[in-house]
């Protein structure tokens, strides 16, 4: 099977960022938790398998190293866009350079995408909620 490494390294940079901001640099030792959110765990996963933490026996390649210099990089600026550019690149590199870890990546199953969500609120106790499936009382007794 032939992977876009472009592309696969295009759909997993949001997952491995995301676990990055969460987790910082220890985002390569850290265990798997029921309370980080899916995508965080995916994101994680990647990197671990990037890398080749998840076979601590072999030794990693040049290409994983640059990775782990990148996930180092960002973990110090979470929101420089320029970094995780560098990071997406990297990952590329190192799909293109190791196309059987691309297919094994690009076969997993992957959660919704992660996003970012801005939710503005104005006026005096305005509620600020995503998804409400309820009421929302904010104590006053208008109807």
């Known amino acids: 099977m032939s992977v876009d490494a472009v592309q696969l ?6 997952y491995a960022t995301a676990a990055v901001t969460a987790y ?14 899916a995508t965080v ?9 990037l890398t080749g933490r998840d076979a601590p026996d072999a030794e ?3 290409e994983q190293d640059a990775v782990v210099h990148c996930i180092t990089d960002l ?3 979470p929101d420089d866009a320029d970094l995780a550019a ?3 690149v990297q990952i590329r590199r190192l799909l293109t350079a190791e196309p059987d870890l691309a297919a094994d990546i690009a076969g997993w199953p992957r959660p919704a995408s992660p996003s970012t969500v801005t939710i503005t609120t104005s006026g005096e106790r305005s509620p600020a909620v995503q998804i409400n499936y309820g009421t929302i009382d ?6």
Do not use: H, N
Not at 24 to 37: C, I, K, N, P, W
Not at 41 to 49: C, H, I, P, S, T
């Open 24 to 37: 910082g640099a220890a985002v390569l030792a850290r265990v798997e938790s029921g309370a980080a959110d």
């Open 138 to 143: 904010t104590g006053d007794s208008t109807p």
């Open 86 to 88: 560098v990071l997406r």
């Open 9 to 14: 390294a295009q759909d997993l940079t949001p």
């Open 41 to 49: 765990l995916f994101g994680q996963r990647v990197l671990r398998r």
């Open 60 to 62: 990693p390649t040049a």
């Open 75 to 77: 973990a110090d600026a």
